[in-house]
């Protein structure tokens, strides 16, 4: 087994893999594409396809990647439908232990930016692949919409990263070298939760400094506005 340096020992690939098998794995997939953001998503599909490369997860690549893909199109159903029916509660009320507002606020700006296809940019990027389906309910996207991207995303995600790990695992450098390819994995799934964050703080500072500004110059416009007013009477 392979020992990866980075984060508990319970929540390493290769450790709930090696515990749990693929249906552990399946429902880490499920649970993480609509409802919890903790999990080591990215890394686990390329352990599974790693895993299955090596004979550790006994059933074909198809089969896997179908299972995946199924699993996270599933719990992406369940964000949107808990968006849908509980979402004012969700955007009205503090943290919780499980929704945090600074998740829920990032996805919804993420969802701004990008629209429907959101849906699928959300599912490399960790924690905004758990709220995207929970913003796109609440914003009441139409369903046909969000079932067309959620299944894109759930295939180019699931089956992707699952046969890159598998194609990649055949080679004794990526085998030797899998901690440091974990690692990897999560400094780079990380770099747009970063960049996202960093911009919307760098928003908010401005905001305060533009608002007295947009004051000045309305005030400034407005007695013009007047003295045209009066030369056009005369």
Not at 166 to 176: A, D, R, T, V
């Given at each position: ?115 429907p296809k959101a849906i699928v940019l959300a599912r490399f990027v960790p924690i905004i692949r758990t709220f995207a389906p929970m913003v796109a309910g609440a914003g009441a996207m139409k369903y046909r919409t969000f079932l067309v991207f959620n299944v894109i995303g759930g295939i180019g995600w699931g089956a992707g990263v699952t046969v890159l790990g ?69």
């Open positions: 087994m392979y020992t990866l340096a980075l984060g508990p020992e319970w929540l390493s690939p290769e450790y709930l893999i090696g515990q749990f098998g693929l249906i552990g794995t399946l429902a880490i997939v499920f649970a993480e594409s609509g409802l919890f953001a903790f999990l080591p998503g990215d890394s686990l599909l390329f352990t599974a396809g790693l895993f299955t490369a090596s004979g550790d997860i006994d059933k074909p690549l198809w089969l896997v990647c179908t299972l995946i893909v199924a699993a996270a199109v599933l719990g992406d159903q369940v964000g949107y439908l808990i968006g849908k029916f509980f979402g004012p509660k969700l955007f009205s009320r503090p943290d919780s232990r499980l929704f945090k507002q600074e998740n829920l606020d990032s996805a919804h700006e993420f969802m701004d930016k990008h629209g598998y194609n990649l695992g055949q080679f004794e450098i990526i085998k030797n070298n899998i901690e440091t390819i974990f690692i990897g994995i999560v400094l780079i799934s990380v770099i747009p939760v970063v960049f996202e964050v960093l911009k919307a703080r760098k928003q908010r500072k401005a905001a305060p400094a533009e608002a007295p500004a947009a004051v000045g110059r309305q005030r400034t416009a407005e007695p013009q506005a007047s003295g045209r007013g009066r030369h056009a009477k005369r």
